[in-house]
């Protein structure tokens, strides 16, 4: 995807932007009028000649009609660009939403959350008001600076050359000003994703931060951050603001040439007053679509910042189904690891070779140092990442080339981090299957050793579970979460670390669950509770990267 392709983005305000340039273009052409329109009228009172036939008050009153429709123009104009600049936004934010939804796990280890967060406010912000509001401008402006000097040139040509000769000083100027603009503007962008980056990391964990006493240094990092981009915005509002009079200054030494050009003519005769006053509406005419280009390079180049950011996403091929050659049909759940080595990083190899058979109907435990890999294993048959060699099968078909929908149907994951959506229970125990009936649900948070804790509460399955479930104890999230991989009946579990909050009545209810409900299920849990290696009926270990079998304890 390239800089052009952004454009794409706005075939589908065509119409509203076409009618939008429109009623610029007519606002132009208004504009251009109105001086003609005053040099008419001077000649009318100073040389007492009737033009067009028409009175003084008539040529006065066609005068304010047009100023009237200049300003209804303008009006429907700018409210219309501003529509389509905030459907662009919306719909720029939607795709990389839906974008970012569709990107690989590596996606998300390496980057931290506020820089995305701030490519879907900032940076689509800055995108869209370039592409919608700064670019529809460009034909208008283009129309009224090429008018004013075709109409200036109809009244006296040396005197338009005098304006065309101000037009490249001009851009040459705002070329060497704008080029600074650039770099600060993304310094800028980058220190404000830091700050999102910094208060969501804070404010997901304000617990770890009062524990610790960490409010002061947070702020302090914070308020760093935060002077970094003061200094940084001041630069560029320095640069900003040095335009303006530059175009002001450029063009008024331009007008100074056409002033004393015009009286010399007029002192010559070959220039009459009101061709003098028409003459000088014209610059003025000529001088604002000048400032806008300004403004438009300006925009332009923080446009280009935050579309190389908004590319760089664009262009991280998303997780998809598209080369899928089947979806997968998991009857048995026996799972196959051929030779599968994995790497985070190539010279640090996390699994080598690794060679086991979980069988149909087993409770496998997996055990291993911290850091051994085991997390590594679970996430690579959820296809998380992908083994660097070796194939994983299940039920005989390579999950490499099944769907990942398919694949992830067939698994229930409960992991070591759990992760709750801001809504009631319900919610969250069919988050994987929404289209779920009460009774199903219910019936999952049975199993799982919910039902109990969420009929004692006030609003049993409507109760509210904060954002992360902030309202719930961690064994109340962990029944949730095992309610949850349950109620969508998959024929393999995997359970990451899933017992080590739970409390000894817990653990005997899940070893239950386990050895009844569950016998069917091929199961992989990932642990170093002992009490659970009882109930396996293999034990593995990681070591170095290597999975051996274990003797049963
Ligand atoms: N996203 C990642 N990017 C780079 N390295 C990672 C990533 N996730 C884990 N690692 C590294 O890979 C190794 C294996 O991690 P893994 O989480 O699989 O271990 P584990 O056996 O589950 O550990 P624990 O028992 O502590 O949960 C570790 O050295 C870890 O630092």
Redo the contacts with the bound molecule.
């Keep these: 995807m390239s800089f052009l392709s952004l454009f794409n983005l706005l075939r589908y305000h065509k119409t509203a932007l076409s009618l939008a340039v429109i009623l610029m273009i007519a606002e132009s052409v208004i504009s251009l009028a109105i001086p003609y329109f005053i040099g008419q009228f001077s000649t009318s009172i100073l040389d007492e000649q009737n033009v067009f036939g028409w009175s003084i008050t008539q040529i006065c009153l066609a005068w304010i009609v047009l100023i009237i429709l200049q300003a209804g123009l303008r009006f429907e104009s700018t409210f219309r660009t501003n529509i389509v600049g905030a459907e662009v936004l919306n719909d720029l934010s939607c795709r990389l939403y839906d974008h970012v939804q569709m990107l690989p796990m590596?996606y998300f280890?390496n980057r931290k959350k506020g820089e995305i967060l701030s490519l879907i406010s900032n940076d689509a912000n800055v995108l869209s008001y370039f592409l919608s509001g700064v670019l529809t401008g460009l034909v208008p402006a283009a129309l009224l600076v090429l008018g004013a000097i075709f109409m200036m040139a109809q009244i006296n040509l040396s005197i338009a050359l005098i304006i065309i000769v101000t037009v490249p000083v001009f851009l040459v100027a705002i070329k060497i000003v704008g080029r600074t603009i650039r770099p600060i503007s993304e310094q800028v962008i980058k220190h404000q994703a830091g700050a999102i980056a910094i208060a969501t990391e804070n404010f997901g964990s304000m617990q770890l931060v009062k524990a610790f006493n960490r409010q002061g240094i947070e702020s302090k990092k914070f308020r760093q951050n935060a002077n970094q981009v003061l200094n940084l915005r001041a630069r560029l509002l320095r640069i900003q603001a040095l335009i303006s009079p530059l175009i002001q200054m450029i063009i008024s030494i331009g007008i100074v040439f056409i002033v004393v050009v015009s009286a010399l003519h007029y002192q010559a005769g070959e220039l009459s007053i009101p061709d003098l006053i028409t003459l000088l509406m014209y610059g003025l005419v000529f001088a604002k679509p000048m400032s806008s280009f300004a403004g438009l390079y300006s925009q332009l180049q923080q446009a280009r910042g935050s579309s190389t950011r908004i590319l760089d996403v664009f262009n991280v091929s998303p997780e998809s189904d598209d080369k899928a050659r089947f979806d997968l049909k998991c009857q048995q759940g026996f799972i196959q690891f051929n030779d599968v080595s994995f790497a985070?990083?190539s010279a640090e190899p996390?699994l080598s070779n690794v060679n086991v058979t979980f069988e149909s109907g087993s409770t496998n435990v997996i055990i291993?140092?911290?850091?051994?890999?085991?997390?590594?294993?679970i996430h690579l048959l959820m296809r998380f990442m992908e083994p660097n060699s070796g194939t994983i099968l299940i039920d005989e078909q390579n999950i490499a080339d099944c769907s990942l929908v398919s694949l992830r149907k067939s698994i229930g994951l409960v992991s070591?981090d759990i992760a709750l959506c801001d809504g009631n229970i319900l919610d969250n125990i069919a988050y994987g299957l929404p289209q779920a009936s009460e009774a199903e649900i219910v019936e999952a948070a049975q199993l799982a050793g919910a039902d109990n804790f969420i009929s004692g509460l006030k609003e049993g399955y409507y109760t509210q579970v904060g954002e992360n479930g902030v309202l719930l104890s961690g064994g109340q999230r962990q029944r949730i979460s095992l309610a949850r991989a349950l109620l969508i009946n998959p024929q393999i579990l995997l359970f990451d670390?899933r017992t080590s909050f739970a409390d000894v009545a817990g653990k005997h209810e899940f070893t239950h669950l386990l050895a009844h409900s569950l016998k069917e299920k091929t199961i992989i849990i990932?642990t170093h509770d002992q009490q659970l290696c009882d109930v396996a009926d293999k034990i593995y270990k990681?070591e170095s990267g290597v999975l051996g079998t274990r003797a049963h304890a």
């Excluded at 291993?368 to 294993?377: D, F, V």
């Design positions: 590596a280890s985070y990083k996390v291993g140092q911290n850091g051994a890999g085991k997390t590594s294993l070591q670390e990932v990681i």
